[in-house]
């Protein structure tokens, strides 16, 4: 089964911050690769998929890069909302799993 | 609107069964493959099982292989999530999610399962 990675498992950083999330793939996924945005109490929101389209009305500040095993989730001007945890899932073959999230605080 | 709705949780005892439901409304319902994922208290997302558009592939995450069965009524437009043998282990909210190539576009709000004795 493929293992998913990210790091950091928390990240503090500030609004106007430019961060990155980086999620490690145990064998090469090619560019199949998914990153959802949770708040607490909330369902999870689809980001991006194949490592760097992103979805419908995802603000541009989000982007998705890599392939093979390395893969990374930039946000490059951090805004109130996007305090939330993140996970990145891969979709290249069964079972299917997540990385165990980067928590993004203030 | 597009919507995923989850019905069927509860408390449940170890070893008794529930079965989930997911509703589907505002697309075409039958042109895409559906997963649960499930998350435990205070951890994060494991995905559980997926069935295709129609419905003729199914798979399962190991830890409920035998256990759980996914299905769906393309005429109902639901998906449902058959769980026996529950274990405290299985005590999480279920999310029905969306498949758009295999990427989780739509979730439900998600329904909540606890295995208590």
């Not at chain 2, 709705?5 to 439901?21: I, N, W």
């Not at chain 2, 409920?64 to 282990?89: A, H």
Request: with cysteine.
């Amino acid at each position: 089964d493929i293992q998913m990675t990210q790091s950091p498992s928390t990240l503090s950083a500030s609004v106007g911050d430019r961060v990155n999330i980086t999620c490690r793939a145990s064998e090469n996924i090619i560019r199949w690769l998914a990153w959802y945005q949770q708040k607490p109490g909330r369902a999870p929101k689809f980001l991006i998929h194949k490592a760097s389209i992103l979805e419908s009305g995802v603000p541009s500040r989000f982007s998705g890069s890599g392939s093979g095993t390395e893969f990374t989730l930039t946000i490059s001007s951090l805004q109130p909302d996007d305090f939330a945890t993140y996970y990145c899932q891969h979709y290249n073959g069964y079972p299917y799993s997540f990385g165990q999230g980067t928590k993004l605080d203030i | 609107q597009v919507q995923l709705v989850e019905y069927g949780g509860g408390v449940v005892q170890p070893g008794k069964s529930l079965r989930l439901s997911c509703e589907a409304s505002g697309f075409s319902f039958s042109l895409y493959g559906f997963h649960w994922v499930r998350q435990a208290p205070g951890k994060g997302l494991e995905w559980v099982a997926n069935i295709w558009f129609d419905g003729t592939t199914k798979h399962y995450v190991d830890s409920v292989k035998g256990r759980f069965t996914i299905s769906r009524d393309n005429s109902k437009q639901t998906v449902d999530l058959q769980m026996d043998s529950l274990r405290v282990e299985d005590t999480a909210v279920y999310y029905c999610a969306r498949g758009m190539e295999d990427a989780f576009d739509i979730w439900g709000q998600g329904t909540t399962v606890i295995v208590s004795s």
